[in-house]
């Protein structure tokens, strides 16, 4: 599928398989439970309600990137996209998360204020499946179409699959490209 590296919830160490890297992840909406995960773990803050972005200057020493729920698709409100843009980090969607936000026909408005943002160039955006098996990852041009279909050109949703991962990957030593 062209994947070299995968970031993987629960992995207790990096292990290279098939010229595969997987990298462990913790993802959480705790920033004590973040304090205490170990270094070489790739850090993902979730916000899923505008109340965790309440303790975003905090977040910028302990986490590589904020991961977006579904939920907090349709309460984001530009107020709290400025939150994201001022933490600085990269911002992690799920495609897999927006399929089923459009599945059940509800309001991506505050994911239109994401991709205004991405838009011009004040926030870095990572995509990525969102995949809980194997059989649910999907191929980096399904993610990047899906990218352009929500609005991003397609500099920005290839620089979201590609460089600002990888950007986040090197930054944990893990050398993925």
């Known amino acids: 599928m062209g994947y070299r590296v995968i970031c993987v919830e629960g992995l207790s160490r ?18 004590n439970d973040l ?8 850090k993902v803050y979730l916000v899923s309600s505008p109340n965790d972005l309440k303790s975003y200057p905090k977040l910028r020493s ?13 309460v984001l409100t ?3 996209v400025e939150r994201l843009i001022t933490l600085g980090l990269p911002i992690e969607l799920a495609i897999r998360d927006v399929y089923k936000v459009v599945n059940e026909g509800r309001n991506l408005k505050g994911l239109d204020y994401l991709v205004s943002a991405v838009e011009s160039g004040r926030l870095r955006l990572i995509a990525c499946s969102g995949a809980s098996t194997y059989l649910e990852l999907l191929h980096p041009k399904v993610i990047t179409s899906t990218l352009i279909e929500l609005g991003v050109d397609e500099v920005n949703a290839l620089k979201a699959v590609t460089s600002t991962p990888a950007k986040v990957i090197r930054g944990l030593r893990h050398g993925g490209r």
């Open 62 to 74: 302990i986490v590589a990137l904020v991961c977006l729920s579904s939920k907090a698709f349709s």
């Open 35 to 42: 304090l205490r995960t170990k270094h070489h773990v790739l």
């Open 78 to 80: 530009p107020k709290h």
């Open 14 to 31: 990096s292990i290279a398989h098939n010229g595969i890297l997987f990298i462990p992840r913790k993802t959480s909406n705790n920033i």
